[in-house]
Nanobody, 121 residues
Framework: QVQLVESGGGLVQPGGSLRLSCAAS????????MAWYRQAPGRQRELVADITSGGGTNYADSVKGRFTISRDNAKNTVYLQMNGLKPEDTAVYYC???????????????WGQGTQVTVSS
């Protein structure tokens, strides 16, 4: 019913930058908390950053000062600007959103399909 579509992943050298985007579409009344997670091979999925509908943000210690999460509520889209990338940032990145649907007036959590970020020299 609701889809989250991610874009912006790719291959970059250490110290480089990427910007990830995730757009929610469908029968949406409102989008509340949005977040980015990542999962590297052999590792657990971890929270990278999240952002409230009012713009309050939270970051993992490992990305503070390098990554910035933002959102455009009119477009139901969340972004992750990644600067100063390191090899240890290599992972599949997933967006996540808490959505209130028009048809049911209920809240559900949705996940994006994942996008690969590879940082390599």
């Amino acid at each position: 019913q609701v889809q989250l579509v991610e874009s912006g992943g790719g291959l970059v050298q250490p110290g480089g930058s990427l910007r990830l985007s995730c757009a929610a579409s469908g029968s949406i009344f409102g989008v509340y908390l949005m977040a980015w997670y990542r999962q590297a091979p052999g590792r657990q999925r971890e929270l990278v950053a999240d952002i409230t509908s009012g713009g309050g943000t939270n970051y993992a210690d490992s990305v503070k000062g390098r990554f910035t999460i933002s959102r455009d509520n009119a477009k139901n889209t969340v972004y992750l600007q990644m600067n100063g990338l390191k090899p240890e940032d290599t992972a599949v990145y997933y967006c996540n959103a808490d959505v209130k649907e028009k048809l049911t007036s209920s809240f559900q959590i949705y996940w994006g399909q994942g996008t690969q970020v590879t940082v390599s020299s």
